[in-house]
């Protein structure tokens, strides 16, 4: 079993920044590729970026150049440094692995205002 725990989220103004963290239980995070993804209100859960277990990130190209993923094995977590946030960024954000299967966690709320 996996559990993946988000916090991080909140409301910024446009331009703003924010860290989001994803702490995941399991022996073999470090093995496990990790990867953020999105949704807004009315519209489909998108990736945002993954990050493999030896560290490469990928990023879709609407954040390529403002987020920024990152892991720390030691602490089994997962990061996303949110930069120059526009509020087409505005979205729940969910981490994600996949072990036999997809686990996701709870989810957290960012809110970019204009």
């Known amino acids: 079993q996996v559990q993946l725990v988000e916090s991080g989220g909140g409301l910024v103004q446009a331009g703003g920044s924010l860290r989001l963290s994803c702490a995941a239980s399991?022996?073999?995070?470090?093995?496990?590729?990790i990867g953020w993804f999105r949704q807004a209100p009315g519209k489909q859960r998108e990736l945002v970026a993954t990050?493999?277990?030896?560290?490469?990130?990928n990023y879709a190209d609407s954040v390529n150049g403002r987020f920024t993923i990152s892991r720390d094995n030691a602490k089994n977590t997962v990061y996303l440094q949110m930069n120059s946030l526009k509020p087409e960024d505005t979205a729940a954000y969910y981490c994600?692995?996949?072990?036999?299967?997809?686990?996701w966690g709870q989810g957290t709320q960012v809110t970019v205002s204009s």
């Open positions: 399991g022996s073999t995070f470090s093995r496990n590729t």
């Open positions: 990050i493999s277990s030896g560290g490469s990130p």
């Open positions: 994600w692995t996949w072990k036999l299967r997809d686990y």
